[in-house]
């Protein structure tokens, strides 16, 4: 068996050239390369293609290259979570284009593959949708997404062998494992390298034939950024209400994925006696609560990019596999954050004009792909206007997509493009309600 050349992080960095499309694995900062990257800072490399789910963190992992300047264009999904992305893209320092999370890892998936594209509802219908060729399929608009390759591509694994065979821990599958396949160059970055022979091949996520230099190079606390140890999640009262109502929405063996924000709070309200399971798009399905303490060199990452536990049962996919589950219908219940709805059940959670876009996330996947699509929200934004309005005036996640909507005054149900209040939340009366929404609304006959 052939054995893959042992570099160390700044004799890699070196082979990557200015003007190189590189792709970058990790969620956060997790499963990133963080050595490779920083090595990379160090070098006089410019006007890279940077190709990810996020630019790492302000002064961490990609983050480190924006500092510096060595990035021209950024492709990818979250790039919001690094302030310094969105100053640099608002400022012209830096071209980016936004992808769905979903179309993102698919696009990688399909370029390794050899395959120039495919057709996906996802985003039909939205900003990100534009100039993009549309086809009927089924009934559905479909946006077409091209293939995606990359001349370099870094990756993080938890052990490899001297063939170069990867084993990634936990939720670091994400990207790596698409992007293994779609590079001319892939370059593997690991806690520790094994004899041949070492490795149980049931175990392995990317085979050596992908991987053409080895990294050894340890994962710290330091590079983990936010996802470094378990934090503490925003518990006010009118969220936790939010939060527990729709819990009541869900039933026993129910597959949930929960969205950042007041869904994230459901979590640790989930007992075993619900029979729930939860997803996260990241790559976990069997979700368990928040650890005690401890961080994710120790644990599994959700979409908060937080650590979480994994419940007996669970099992860890990456992020191509992910969304298959989320496109293909595999998903019960997605319950998310929102901007606007409007009457009809569109929903739009994800930009404000004015700001850079650049921060879609999985939601515009899961918003055409759960089988049933549950809003949590505040009823006014912060100057006291309503969210609930007669046509979304913000850019748009999904059309006609909710299914259920809970605020902190009233849950309301959408069928056949019609808004139709259901509850009132205790203490709340139908006219301050009415006075609150920005939007007609019928009232369900059996209305509690």
């Given at each position: 068996m052939k054995r893959v050349p042992q570099l160390t992080p700044q004799t890699a960095a070196k082979r990557i050239p200015t003007g190189a499309a590189v792709m970058v694995g990790g969620f956060g900062m997790t499963g990133t390369p963080a050595h490779l990257l920083h090595a990379l800072a160090e070098t006089d490399t410019r006007e890279l293609t940077y190709i990810a789910n996020n630019i790492g963190e302000p002064g961490l992992g990609g983050g480190r290259l924006l500092r510096n300047g060595q990035i021209s264009k950024a492709i990818g999904s979250f790039f919001t979570s690094n302030p310094e992305a969105v100053a640099a893209a608002q400022s012209g320092a830096i071209a980016f284009e936004l992808l769905p999370q979903g179309n993102l890892t698919e696009?990688?998936?399909?370029g390794g593959a050899g395959i120039g594209g495919f057709?996906?509802?996802?985003?039909?219908?939205?900003?990100?949708?534009?100039?993009?060729?549309i086809r009927r399929i089924n009934g559905r608009d479909h946006v077409?997404?091209?293939?995606?390759?990359?001349?370099?591509?870094?990756?993080?694994a938890r052990r490899a062998d001297e063939a170069g065979n990867l084993v990634y821990h936990m939720t670091e599958q994400n990207f790596n494992k698409a992007m293994a396949t779609a590079a001319d160059l892939v370059i593997a970055e690991v806690d520790e390298i094994l004899p041949l022979g070492s490795l149980d091949p049931n175990t392995i996520h990317s085979p050596g034939n992908y991987v053409d230099a080895?990294?050894?190079?340890?994962?710290?606390?330091?590079?983990?950024?936010?996802?470094?140890?378990?934090?503490?999640?925003?518990?006010?009262?009118?969220?936790?209400?939010?939060?527990?109502?729709?819990l009541a929405e869900l039933q026993p063996g129910d597959v949930v994925n929960l969205g950042v924000g007041i869904p994230t709070l459901i979590?640790?309200?989930?007992?075993?006696?619900?029979?729930?399971?939860?997803?996260?798009?990241?790559?976990?399905?069997?979700?368990?609560?928040?650890p005690a303490s401890g961080g994710a060199l120790d644990y599994p990452v959700n979409a908060g990019k937080l650590p979480v536990t994994a419940l007996?049962?669970?099992?860890?996919?990456?992020?191509?596999?992910?969304?298959?589950?989320?496109?293909?219908?595999?998903?019960?219940?997605?319950?998310?954050?929102?901007?606007?709805?409007?009457?009809a059940g569109n929903l739009a959670n994800w930009s404000v004009p004015g700001k850079a876009l650049l921060?879609?996330?999985?939601?515009?996947?899961?918003?055409?792909?759960?089988?049933?699509?549950?809003?949590?929200?505040?009823?006014?934004?912060?100057?006291?206007?309503?969210?609930?309005?007669?046509?979304?005036?913000?850019p748009l996640t999904a059309k006609c997509a909710v299914d259920f909507l809970i605020t902190e005054l009233a849950v309301f149900a959408f069928s056949a493009g019609q808004m139709r209040l259901v509850e009132l939340m205790p203490g709340v009366e139908l006219?301050?309600?009415?006075a609150k929404t920005g939007t007609a609304f019928a009232i369900h006959p059996k209305l509690r």
């Open positions: 696009a990688i998936r399909a057709y996906t509802p996802t985003a039909a219908g939205t900003p990100l949708a534009a100039g993009s060729e077409f997404v091209p293939g995606l390759r990359a001349d370099v591509a870094l990756l993080r080895l990294v050894h190079a340890p994962a710290t606390l330091a590079e983990m950024g936010s996802s470094a140890m378990a934090q503490a999640t925003r518990t006010d009262e009118k969220r936790l209400q939010i939060a527990r109502r729709a979590a640790d309200m989930i007992t075993p006696a619900h029979g729930i399971i939860l997803h996260t798009e990241n790559g976990l399905l069997g979700v368990g609560p928040a007996p049962g669970a099992s860890y996919f990456d992020s191509a596999d992910s969304f298959a589950m989320i496109r293909g219908g595999h998903i019960d219940v997605a319950v998310m954050g929102g901007l606007q709805v409007d009457a921060g879609v996330g999985g939601a515009m996947d899961l918003a055409s792909g759960a089988r049933r699509l549950i809003i949590t929200m505040t009823h006014c934004d912060r100057q006291g206007r309503p969210k609930l309005v007669p046509r979304c005036s913000l006219d301050k309600l009415r």
